[in-house]
C-alpha cells in the first residue's frame, strides 16, 4: 500500500456542483492532514488543514477525517471553473519522524 | 506578512555542473523543508531542517545536501547534475513539526 493514496483522476463536475476528493493513508499514527490546491505551473497552496475526526468547514470547503478508517476526504460545494486544479493531500507519518508525505494528486475538472 | 521566498526562479545548467537554491522563510517559522516535483514522480521529500539541524531526510543520493542558517534562510545545494535532475524544486516552511507548510514559487531547474 502506497504511504498516501487519491485517485488521479480526472474527476469531472459541472459548476455548481459537489466535488468529492478522497485520501487513504497507511500510517495508523498520523495526527495531521493537509490539502493543497495546485494550479498547472504554480507552487501548492495550503487550503485546509485537519487534525480531528470528524468534519471542518472552511468556506465552500469541507474536510473529513475518519481515523479509524485511514480516510480523510475534501468536499468542494458549489464548484466553480476555478476551482480546478490538482488537489493534494498530505499526511504527517509519525513512522517516519513526522514527514509530510503527499499523495500523487486529484485532477479536478469543472466544466461552465 | 511576507511568504516565502525562494530564489531564483529559474535555473539552467549543463550536466556535471553544481547548483544552489536558495530558501528565505515566513517569518517566525523555524522549519524549512525542500520538495522536487516532477510530473512523473509527483512531490518527493528531500530534507526538512529546523534550528539549523536536519531533522529527517528523503530517499535522494548524496547529491543532494541542504543546510539553515541561524536566521532558519536555508540553502539546497545539487552537485554533479544530472539531466533527471530537472524539476521544480520546491521550499515549505512551518512554525513546527504537524504545522501546515507554507510553499514558496519554487525554482525551475533545467538541466541541459
Known amino acids: 500500500q502506497k504511504e498516501v493514496e487519491q485517485n488521479s483522476g480526472p474527476l469531472s463536475v459541472p459548476e455548481g456542483a459537489i466535488a468529492s476528493l478522497n485520501c487513504t493513508y497507511s500510517d495508523r499514527g498520523s495526527q495531521s492532514f493537509f490539502w493543497y490546491r495546485q494550479y498547472s505551473g504554480k507552487s501548492p497552496e495550503l487550503i485546509m488543514s485537519?487534525?480531528?475526526?470528524g468534519d471542518k468547514e472552511d468556506g465552500r470547503f469541507t474536510a473529513q477525517l475518519n481515523k479509524a478508517s485511514q480516510y480523510v476526504s475534501l468536499l468542494i460545494r458549489d464548484s466553480q471553473p476555478s476551482d480546478s486544479a490538482t488537489y493534494l493531500c498530505a499526511v504527517n507519518m509519525r513512522e517516519y519522524g513526522n514527514k509530510l508525505v503527499f499523495g500523487a494528486g486529484t485532477i479536478l475538472r469543472v466544466k461552465s | 506578512k511576507a511568504g516565502v521566498t525562494q530564489t531564483p526562479r529559474y535555473l539552467i545548467k549543463t550536466r556535471g555542473q553544481q547548483v544552489t537554491l536558495s530558501c528565505s522563510p515566513i517569518s517566525g517559522h523555524r522549519s524549512v523543508s525542500w520538495y522536487q516535483q516532477t510530473p512523473g514522480q509527483g512531490l518527493q521529500f528531500l530534507f526538512e531542517?529546523?534550528?539549523?539541524?536536519?531533522?529527517n531526510k528523503g530517499n535522494f543520493p548524496g547529491r543532494f545536501s541542504g543546510r539553515q542558517f541561524s536566521n532558519s534562510r536555508s540553502e539546497m545545494n545539487v552537485s554533479t547534475l544530472e539531466l533527471g535532475d530537472s524539476a521544480l524544486y520546491l521550499c515549505?516552511?512551518?512554525?513546527?513539526?504537524?504545522?501546515?507548510?507554507?510553499f514558496g514559487d519554487g525554482t525551475r531547474l533545467s538541466i541541459l
Open positions: 485537519i487534525y480531528s475526526n
Open positions: 531542517y529546523f534550528s539549523e539541524t536536519q531533522r
Open positions: 515549505a516552511s512551518s512554525r513546527d513539526l504537524n504545522q501546515p507548510q507554507h
